[in-house]
């Protein structure tokens, strides 16, 4: 059963550029988050997708967008980058449905980017 | 809004020592889950344990042990006999439905290093 998979490892690109980064989540999961990680700290919240449409965003600008497919893999882009947004971006996933909805969320490997 | 708090940004022992994590959160809400995630080197977070807010009864599993206690607003780590295996970053983190949905609420994350 693979779990949580991640696209590309690392990244690297220049300000001003967009970039778009892949997840796949583990299987029998309906629901994807991503996070942005800043070197030395904690995981940010940047927005979950749940059937196609996010159901739930985090304080990042419209440069930040993503997508769901049928298939209930994700992708996050971002436009316009700049120094600041070098970080580790995670994708994570879990299901949303059963009476317990707030399970543990899987992790990914989480893809590197930076940008010089 | 909620908060995780974790003030210890950098834990060093000897193995087979017991060490304890600390975590303080802040809610207004009764009902919110609370976890601790583990991230080696390689990245991925590594679910440890979730707990919910109506289940005070500490837990324990294996070397691991986790302390709720609603009254301080915490919910501590420990390791018993610590490992050089051990050693990663350790992040606690808070699922506030009513005020945040189903995001994650990271800490700022303690490093632990575990020497031989």
């Known amino acids: 059963d693979a779990g949580v998979t991640q696209s590309p490892t690392h990244l690297i690109k220049t300000r001003g550029q967009q970039v778009t980064l892949r997840c796949s989540p583990k299987s029998g999961h309906d629901t994807v988050s991503w996070y942005q990680q800043a070197l030395g700290q904690g995981p940010q919240f940047i927005f979950q997708y749940y059937e196609e449409e996010e159901r739930q965003r985090g304080n990042f600008p419209d440069r930040f967008s993503g997508h769901q497919f049928p298939n209930y893999s994700s992708e996050l882009n971002v436009n316009a980058l700049l120094l600041g947004d070098s970080a580790l971006y995670l994708c994570?996933?879990?299901?949303?449905?059963?009476?317990?909805?707030?399970?543990?969320?899987?992790f990914g490997p989480g893809t590197r980017l930076t940008v010089l | 809004a909620q908060k995780v708090t974790q003030a210890q940004t950098e834990i060093s022992v000897v193995e087979k020592e017991d060490v304890t994590l600390d975590c303080v959160y802040e809610?207004?809400?009764?009902?919110?889950?609370l976890f601790w995630y583990k991230q080696p080197p390689s990245g991925e977070l590594v679910f440890l344990i979730r707990r919910n807010s109506f289940d005070e009864q500490n837990e324990i599993s294996g070397r691991y042990s986790w302390n709720f206690q609603k009254s301080t607003s915490s919910f501590n780590f420990t390791i018993t006999a610590s490992q050089v295996v051990d050693s990663a970053v350790y992040f606690c983190a808070l699922i506030d439905p009513y005020n945040a949905g189903n995001m994650l609420t990271f800490g700022g994350g303690t490093r632990l290093m575990v020497k031989p």
């Open positions: 809610t207004r809400d009764t009902t919110y889950y």
């Open positions: 994570a996933s879990s299901f949303a449905g059963g009476p317990e909805s707030y399970n543990e969320q899987f």
